[in-house]
């Protein structure tokens, strides 16, 4: 079943211990918005699945972070969001991987379930049918006495 949140508030993610961020509701325009991102655009074609999920990602943050809790500059002062600490954020390998996981994966979870819907009744997904036949008894002989 699918649960709609109609309020739509941001939500705040755990992303390491001692570290959150606010984020948006991964909606329909955040997403549209984010595949136009210039950033996201300027991939090249011959870019890794890698390098785009990353620059999709960063484009993803800046948009959606409002704000964040544990995060500091090299002198342990507090910093607010910005685009450029933002993506100094994601380059952390486990940050970005909790935000892929907590956040992106979540949005992502209803085009999952819609691709394990039921077979398709034709192409390479098409329910199996059965091509073997019964097989016959053999026919019975007379004994003879």
């Known amino acids: 079943m699918l649960t709609l949140d109609l309020t739509n508030a941001p939500r705040w993610h755990d992303l390491a ?20 991102d210039p950033a996201v655009e ?6 890794s699945d890698e390098e785009r999920a990353v620059a999709f990602a960063k484009a993803l943050a800046r948009r959606a972070v409002l704000g964040w809790e544990g995060i500091s500059d090299a002198d342990g002062n507090a910093i607010a969001p910005s685009p450029e ?21 979540k949005g992502l979870l209803l085009e999952q379930e819609k691709n394990a819907s039921a077979l398709s009744p ?24």
């Open 85 to 105: 600490a933002i993506d100094a954020l994601l380059d952390i390998w486990p940050i970005f991987e909790a935000f892929q996981l907590t956040y992106v994966s």
């Open 122 to 145: 034709n192409g390479p997904s098409a329910g199996a049918s059965a091509t073997a036949k019964p097989a016959r008894k053999p026919a019975r002989t007379a004994r003879r006495g």
């Open 42 to 47: 300027a991939v090249p074609e011959e870019a």
């Open 17 to 36: 211990p001692g570290v959150r961020v606010q984020l948006r509701p991964l909606t329909t325009a955040l997403m549209v918005a984010t595949r136009s």
